[in-house]
């Protein structure tokens, strides 16, 4: 028999909703479990979070901050790489230009590809001769070689005698193997040999000396060549004990510019070849005006000229010293014509020998430039840039230096929201400051000094978050 609710008897009924409110009573008090563990698990965790937040809390500060800085380096470092190829790039095409320039202008004056052309070189190496102008350069020199028997000859304009050039012979091996061409195999001659058998005790001229020299070292020549050069070229030094030079006719800035520029690449390994050197420097130095370089203190000036500054900035790109070697270009171009492309004064009026002295210097200081540019960040004067890791450690040092501090006051910062580490900033500052780098370059300096400043601001800001 079946029962509706509404039938059952008062006593089953009664028993009926007791069951019903015990299991009520056991699902509530279940549930009442169930918030507990949840309440509590959550407490836990709130509590957790509490004590290592904090911990957690600086090693995401630690990460966020070394990414950050990480990109900042990254970002400096492409900018300054940007422009200092830029800067290098458009002073390299100023120098061109200038090359070329006086390059033209000296052709106009002597168009001839015979090998006693001085201009030979810088014109075909500027772009301002073509190519055919090269090779008949090259025959002039194989014509001459085979008429006097593997000898280039000089003529004396004024007595007419001839005799064998060693000054003709060095140039033409330094002009040829610019060019590219073989100087071993000149028309079946060896001009390499030729300076070799040459006698010395017939030269009464140190400039002959100081191209046979640079001819030398350029191809390679034999070390006792060198030598015999070297100790020959060094007769015509003069010390005069803080300063010194190459006595011909006198010491002159000319005259030191020719024999520093031979000698410089044998200073490390002859203490008196390098004295030598630092004291014609010197000299050169102390013939230094407002305008330029003068030449001599026998015919000493108030201002320089064009010549003797040449002369300058060819010793300086011998010694790499690039800051006074561009200052001495600066100066160089001074002395340019301001009516002719290409020309230069000397005491106001255009000179050949001017711009001849001229074309060599630009022409040493493009091959200077280009040299430069294609080695760096690689020189003796350049210290290296700082790199991610060495801003990193300077960062760690700063937040292993603070980490006691912190500790000690983290409860109280947290209470009332003060900065504690602000104190901490003078280190990092320091270091960033000692790790930039002296390169010289201003485009570079700038780039990095911003960097460095960038750097500390992301440091600060964290610190205080």
């Not at 490390?268 to 130095?285: G, L, R």
């Amino acid at each position: 028999m079946i029962h509706k609710s509404g039938d059952l008897p008062g006593h089953m009924l009664e028993t009926c909703l007791g069951n019903r409110n015990t299991v009520w009573r056991k699902k509530q008090a279940v549930l009442r479990r169930l918030i507990c563990v949840a309440l509590s698990s959550f407490a836990f965790r709130v509590l957790d979070n509490n004590f290592t937040s904090k911990n957690e809390r600086k090693k995401k500060m630690k990460t966020t901050l070394l990414k950050k800085v990480s990109a900042t380096i990254l970002s400096a470092t492409v900018i300054a790489s940007t422009l200092v190829v830029s800067a290098f790039a458009a002073q390299q095409n100023e120098v061109d230009k200038e090359l070329f320039d006086t390059s033209k202008y000296l052709l106009e004056q002597n168009n001839s590809a015979d090998y006693f052309n001085d201009y030979a070189l810088g014109a075909v190496i500027s772009g301002a001769a073509d190519e055919s102008f090269k090779d008949s350069y090259k025959k002039s020199i194989e014509d001459a070689l085979k008429d006097n028997d593997g000898k280039l000859m000089y003529t004396d304009q004024y007595s007419g005698e001839t005799a064998e050039s060693l000054m003709y012979e060095s140039s033409a091996v330094i002009a040829l193997h610019k060019m590219g061409f073989d100087v071993s195999d000149i028309g079946g001659y060896d001009l390499t040999k030729a300076i070799e058998s040459f006698d010395l005790t017939l030269i009464d001229n140190p400039y002959h000396l100081c191209e046979a020299l640079k001819a030398s070292k350029l191809i390679g020549a034999g070390e006792e060549n060198i030598s015999r050069l070297i100790d020959a070229l060094m007769t015509y030094y003069t010390d005069n004990g803080e300063t010194g030079g190459m006595d011909y006719w006198g010491i002159s800035t000319d005259n030191n510019g020719a024999f520093i520029e031979a000698l410089a690449p044998f200073s490390d390994s002859d203490e008196k070849i390098k004295s030598a050197i630092e004291k014609s420097v010197k000299f050169i130095e102390k013939m230094k005006r407002p305008d330029g370089y003068d030449s001599s203190e026998a015919y000493a000036s108030e201002n320089g000229n064009a010549d003797s500054t040449a002369l300058a900035l060819r010793a300086f790109i011998a010694v790499n010293d690039g800051e006074k070697a561009q200052e001495a270009y600066n100066y160089l171009l001074g002395f340019k014509s301001q009516e002719k492309d290409g020309a230069y004064l000397y005491a106001g009026d255009e000179s050949v020998y001017a711009a001849k002295d001229a074309q060599y210097a630009l022409l040493a200081y493009s091959e200077y430039l280009l040299k430069t540019n294609d080695n760096q960040p690689e020189s003796e004067t350049t210290e290296a840039e700082p790199g991610a890791a060495d801003i990193t450690n300077a960062v760690e040092a700063t937040d292993s230096a603070s980490a006691d501090n912190t500790e000690n006051t983290e409860n109280s910062s947290d209470n009332n929201g003060e900065d504690t580490t602000a104190n901490d900033e003078s280190s990092l500052t320091t270091q960033t400051a000692d790790a930039n780098p002296n390169t010289g370059t201003t485009a570079q300096g700038i780039a990095v000094s911003a960097a460095a400043f960038i750097v500390l601001g992301i440091i600060i800001s964290n610190k205080r978050r």
